[in-house]
């Protein structure tokens, strides 16, 4: 039903930023809650932030809050996550997903995955 495609991952520096953008595609994007995830080599994948359909809630994880935002464009069936004060241990592929419902379940039991768009953090 929906399918997600991550862009804008690359190479950046110690400090650096990166905008990461999921478009998504197939019925009803709107209704969708958003989440982000990571997974680092040898590590298990890592919840990263969601926001809700309506883009008003939002919720980070510990290691996300105060450097990274989660934004959704609704007209532009796109997700974003802003990245900023980037660190080596942000190196990680980072995939999108979606969910039908609330926060809790995109975080918990998304319904859709995204192919992952690699991100690495120089020192």
């Known amino acids: 039903q929906v399918q997600l495609v991550e862009s804008g991952g690359g190479l950046v520096q110690d400090g650096g930023s990166l905008r990461l953008s999921c478009a998504a595609s197939?019925?009803?994007?709107?209704?969708?809650?958003m989440g982000w995830f990571r997974q680092a080599p040898g590590k298990e994948r890592e919840f990263v932030g969601a926001?809700?359909?309506?883009?008003?809630?939002?919720v980070y994880a510990d290691s996300a809050k105060g450097r990274f935002t989660i934004s959704r464009d609704n007209a532009k069936n796109t997700a974003y996550l802003q990245m900023n004060s980037l660190k080596p241990e942000d190196t990680a592929v980072y995939y999108c997903?979606?969910?039908?419902?609330?926060?809790?379940?995109?975080?918990?039991?998304?319904?859709?995955w995204g192919q992952g768009t690699q991100v690495t953090v120089s020192s």
């Open positions: 997903a979606a969910a039908t419902g609330g926060i809790r379940i995109v975080k918990d039991r998304p319904d859709y």
């Open positions: 197939g019925r009803t994007f709107s209704n969708y809650a």
């Open positions: 926001i809700s359909w309506s883009g008003i809630a939002t």
